[in-house]
Antibody, heavy 115, light 106 residues
Framework: EVQLVESGGGLIQPGGSLRLSCAAS????????MTWVRQPPGKGLEWVSV???????YYADSVKGRFTISRDNSKNTLYLQMNSLRAEDTAVYYC?????????WGQGTLVTVSS | DIQMTQSPSTLSASIGDRVTITCRAS??????LAWYQQKPGKAPKLLIY???SLESGVPSRFSGSGSGTEFTLTISSLQPDDFATYYC?????????FGQGTKVEI
């Protein structure tokens, strides 16, 4: 059974950094495409980033140059390093398995950027 | 980026109603479209992929159609568990985009 568990969210000041983790079980992260999606409170879904099984990475324009997606094969874990955080980055961040349609999602972790 | 526009934003319906939600893409995406259902405090759940393929375990009252730029999600007979927000998502290019969502309420 596929399971995805995000962690690392919390309250952070504008300009700060945070690293989100997504621990996977039931499949191998490095053999799959993995995606981050976020959802600001009370708003819709926004695609953030994807890492291909081959290692290629892509980002939404809103986070390009500030966020970095990566994985640790030994820990079967996906990461999202978030730097230079802004108030508009406040959201629940979900990791999901897949690159096109997303069939498996984690429960999400809340990131709040505020002073 | 490809823009996805859903209509309506909110839909009031009753149990047993046939419900249709429309999603329009700003350029052709062939059939690279998915539909999700989301309930408050929960992660989205995949319903439909490739415009019309039903995800395993999803009730057959859900169906999808369309190609190019116009797509629809239909619920043939609305059930109590279907009151939720629905999102379309294109995956034609690597920069995926979601529609703004359609809330189905009583």
């Amino acid at each position: 059974e596929v399971q995805l568990v995000e962690s690392g969210g919390g309250l952070i000041q504008p300009g700060g950094s945070l690293r989100l983790s997504c621990a996977a079980s039931g499949f191998t992260v490095s053999d799959n495409y993995m995606t981050w999606v976020r959802q600001p409170p009370g708003k819709g879904l926004e695609w953030v980033s994807v890492i291909y099984s081959g290692g290629n990475t892509y980002y939404a324009d809103s986070v390009k140059g500030r966020f970095t997606i990566s994985r640790d094969n030994s820990k079967n874990t996906l990461y999202l390093q978030m730097n230079s955080l802004r108030a508009e980055d406040t959201a629940v961040y979900y990791c999901a398995k897949g690159v096109g349609f997303l069939g498996d999602w984690g429960q999400g972790t809340l990131v709040t950027v505020s002073s | 980026d490809i823009q996805m526009t859903q209509s309506p934003s909110t839909l009031s319906a009753s149990i047993g109603d046939r419900v249709t939600i429309t999603c329009r893409a700003s350029q052709s995406i062939s059939s690279w479209l998915a539909w999700y259902q989301q309930k408050p405090g929960k992660a989205p759940k995949l319903l439909i992929y490739k415009a019309s393929s039903l995800e395993s375990g999803v009730p057959s009252r859900f169906s999808g159609s369309g190609s190019g730029t116009e797509f629809t999600l239909t619920i043939s007979s609305l059930q109590p568990d279907d009151f939720a927000t629905y999102y379309c998502q294109q995956y034609d290019i690597y920069s995926r985009t979601f529609g703004q969502g359609t809330k189905v309420e009583i």
